[in-house]
């Protein structure tokens, strides 16, 4: 089967055209995607001897699809971040139970893949293959720029320091590879999770303005064309990393940092320049449909992967909808996971909230659930169905929503955080209540502990897209008023063990202590 997928390959979309082995031991996604599972020793195809431009174009997109299938691997992204101390529960799938609870020293496969970062370093490996070696296509072919070169190394740059950051919040010490390597992976030590995020910030922040507002577009002020790679801005938008990605990112790594300071400034840069990259705050209406904010790709994704059905994206796995949807809206019984009819009322407690709301006479309305009062509400917030068509048939259950990292809602509510934070009340509860009343809410209670209305807020309008257990993290290292969750965050019981995997492989590497 695999030597079937590989020979049909390229015959997937274009955003899917990898040069670059992904780090994998099983399949990862069906359909045109599961070209990315490929020999894990091999990090770059051999053949790219970076000869012209189309050589550039292919392993950049080579590098944004393998970080894409890192990301949809197994979902972990909402695993790691939507699980752990969620507000999910899991039906009769005791693997994702372990990890609800904290049990990541299961044995369970599920949980052993997830533990092997593999996967990040074989996009790090990517981009500094890129790095090292595409500047040489400009002195061989003339469509290849030299500042067409420094932006795609721009972008090389943002990923790399995107990996690391998303390394360093799972894993805390991790290995730095500043060059690309052949052949096996290196033995090198972990630096300690402080060096590794301000590396991660050196990196985007060398290069932040050097990156353009928008791909494709003659009205860009950093490089204005026509076309970028042969496309134009509908092709780019929020398929690459533009000047607010950087930011986005940049703001958040300060904040896992605890630098709040650069949080906010990085935040309200992205808020108060998101016009020059076509971004803007989304209604809930717009956020929820099937063929609206989480369909296709826009640049009011700030940092996204799509997967365009136009493109022959789509697939079952690497998809929220894998595990969250069920019948009516999929062929599918039962979820594997959904957030109980209890808890469901416990996040959203006011009146006139359009995501979730009780009437006075008892009737429900939600944008964000289907089925409540059954035994399994399904968390329907995202349900991007093949094409995005409303209401379309389940019977082939392919998956076409994007993996979003950050949009603006949820880069203002992190300047509202960073914002109480230094002390400047006031401009943190515009924020916080900016976001509350394009949900149908009233402005948050002036007697109320701000700082919690704001973790309340991100829980609520985040819900599903991968923050819960970071957002906790950073909540609880705020307020320090749990004796348990102290314990986790001093002896680093917040991060995930290293599979063992990858320590028999590198000699230099040493389990966190917390998971020995």
């Given at each position: 089967?695999?030597?079937?997928?590989?020979?049909?390959?390229?015959?997937?979309?274009?955003?899917?055209m990898?040069?670059?082995?992904?780090?994998?031991?099983?399949p990862?996604?069906?359909?045109?995607?599961?070209?990315?599972?490929?020999?894990?020793?091999?990090?770059?195809?051999?053949?790219?001897?970076?000869?012209?431009?189309?050589?550039?174009?292919?392993?950049?997109?080579?590098?944004?699809?393998?970080?894409?299938?890192?990301?949809?691997?197994?979902?972990?992204?909402?695993?790691?971040?939507?699980?752990?101390?969620?507000?999910?529960?899991?039906v009769?799938?005791?693997?994702?139970?372990?990890?609800?609870?904290?049990?990541?020293?299961?044995?369970?496969?599920?949980?052993?893949?997830?533990?092997?970062?593999?996967?990040?370093?074989?996009?790090?490996?990517?981009a500094?293959?890129?790095?090292?070696?595409?500047?040489?296509?400009?002195?061989?072919?003339?469509?290849?720029?030299?500042?067409?070169?420094?932006?795609?190394?721009?972008?090389?740059?943002?990923?790399?320091?995107?990996?690391?950051?998303?390394?360093?919040?799972?894993?805390?010490?991790?290995?730095i590879?500043?060059?690309?390597?052949?052949?096996?992976?290196?033995?090198?030590?972990?630096?300690?999770?402080?060096?590794?995020?301000?590396?991660?910030?050196?990196?985007?922040?060398?290069?932040?303005?050097?990156?353009p507002?928008?791909?494709?577009s003659?009205?860009?002020?950093?490089?204005?064309?026509?076309?970028y790679?042969?496309?134009?801005?509908?092709?780019?938008?929020?398929?690459?990393f533009?000047?607010?990605?950087?930011?986005?990112?940049?703001?958040?790594?300060?904040?896992?940092?605890?630098?709040?300071?650069?949080?906010?400034?990085?935040?309200?840069?992205?808020i108060?320049?998101?016009?020059k990259?076509?971004?803007?705050?989304?209604?809930?209406?717009?956020?929820?449909?099937?063929?609206?904010?989480?369909?296709?790709?826009?640049?009011?994704?700030?940092?996204?992967?799509?997967?365009?059905?136009?493109?022959?994206?789509?697939?079952?796995?690497?998809?929220?909808?894998?595990?969250?949807?069920?019948?009516?809206?999929?062929?599918?019984a039962?979820?594997?996971?959904?957030?109980p009819?209890?808890?469901?009322?416990?996040?959203?407690?006011?009146d006139?909230?359009v995501?979730?709301?009780?009437?006075?006479?008892?009737?429900?309305?939600?944008?964000?659930?289907?089925?409540?009062?059954?035994?399994?509400?399904?968390?329907?917030?995202?349900?991007?169905?093949?094409?995005?068509?409303?209401?379309?048939?389940?019977?082939?259950?392919?998956?076409?929503?994007?993996?979003?990292?950050?949009?603006?809602?949820?880069?203002?509510?992190?300047?509202?955080?960073?914002?109480?934070?230094?002390?400047?009340?006031?401009?943190?509860?515009?924020?916080?209540?900016?976001?509350?009343?394009?949900?149908?809410?009233?402005?948050?209670?002036?007697?109320?502990?701000?700082?919690?209305?704001i973790?309340?807020?991100?829980?609520?309008?985040?819900?599903?897209e991968?923050?819960?257990?970071?957002?906790?993290?950073?909540?609880?290292?705020?307020?320090?008023?749990?004796?348990?969750?102290?314990?986790?965050?001093?002896?680093?019981?917040?991060?995930?063990?290293?599979?063992?995997?990858?320590?028999?492989?590198?000699?230099?590497?040493?389990?966190?202590?917390f998971?020995?």
């Amino acid at each position: 089967m695999m030597k079937t997928i590989k020979q049909n390959a390229w015959k997937c979309s274009k955003l899917s055209m990898l040069l670059i082995a992904l780090a994998a031991a099983s399949p990862l996604l069906s359909g045109c995607s599961s070209m990315l599972d490929v020999d894990s020793r091999h990090i770059v195809n051999e053949e790219n001897k970076w000869k012209d431009i189309n050589d550039a174009r292919s392993s950049l997109m080579g590098v944004y699809g393998l970080l894409r299938t890192a990301l949809a691997q197994d979902n972990g992204y909402w695993v790691y971040g939507e699980l752990r101390s969620g507000d999910f529960s899991a039906v009769n799938k005791r693997d994702l139970e372990v990890i609800m609870a904290g049990e990541l020293n299961s044995s369970y496969p599920l949980v052993q893949r997830l533990s092997n970062w593999r996967k990040f370093y074989a996009v790090i490996n990517a981009a500094n293959l890129f790095i090292e070696n595409s500047s040489s296509i400009v002195s061989l072919d003339a469509q290849y720029t030299a500042l067409n070169n420094k932006i795609d190394i721009a972008q090389m740059r943002v990923i790399k320091g995107f990996c690391y950051y998303l390394l360093a919040r799972t894993w805390g010490d991790v290995p730095i590879w500043d060059k690309s390597y052949e052949g096996n992976f290196p033995n090198i030590k972990a630096s300690p999770e402080k060096e590794v995020l301000a590396y991660a910030e050196n990196q985007i922040k060398s290069i932040k303005d050097e990156l353009p507002f928008i791909y494709g577009s003659e009205t860009d002020p950093i490089f204005p064309t026509l076309n970028y790679h042969g496309s134009n801005r509908d092709q780019w938008n929020g398929v690459l990393f533009n000047r607010l990605s950087a930011n986005t990112i940049l703001a958040h790594i300060a904040a896992w940092s605890g630098n709040y300071l650069e949080a906010s400034v990085y935040a309200d840069y992205v808020i108060t320049n998101a016009s020059k990259s076509g971004a803007s705050f989304n209604l809930s209406s717009n956020i929820t449909n099937a063929n609206g904010f989480f369909y296709n790709s826009s640049n009011s994704q700030l940092v996204a992967f799509p997967f365009k059905w136009t493109e022959g994206e789509a697939s079952y796995e690497g998809h929220l909808e894998q595990l969250t949807l069920a019948s009516p809206l999929v062929s599918k019984a039962t979820p594997d996971i959904y957030i109980p009819n209890d808890h469901i009322t416990q996040i959203f407690t006011e009146d006139n909230d359009v995501r979730y709301n009780i009437a006075k006479d008892g009737s429900i309305a939600s944008t964000y659930f289907s089925n409540i009062g059954g035994q399994y509400p399904i968390f329907s917030k995202i349900k991007v169905i093949r094409e995005g068509v409303s209401g379309a048939d389940g019977s082939l259950p392919l998956f076409s929503s994007a993996i979003v990292f950050s949009r603006l809602e949820e880069i203002a509510l992190l300047r509202a955080e960073a914002l109480v934070v230094l002390g400047q009340q006031d401009l943190a509860k515009g924020l916080l209540d900016q976001v509350r009343k394009s949900r149908g809410l009233n402005d948050s209670p002036s007697d109320a502990d701000l700082l919690d209305e704001i973790f309340a807020e991100r829980r609520r309008e985040l819900l599903g897209e991968g923050w819960r257990w970071y957002d906790l993290v950073r909540y609880k290292k705020l307020k320090r008023n749990d004796v348990e969750f102290n314990k986790l965050i001093d002896g680093k019981g917040i991060f995930w063990p290293i599979a063992q995997e990858v320590l028999n492989n590198n000699s230099q590497l040493n389990q966190n202590s917390f998971w020995k």
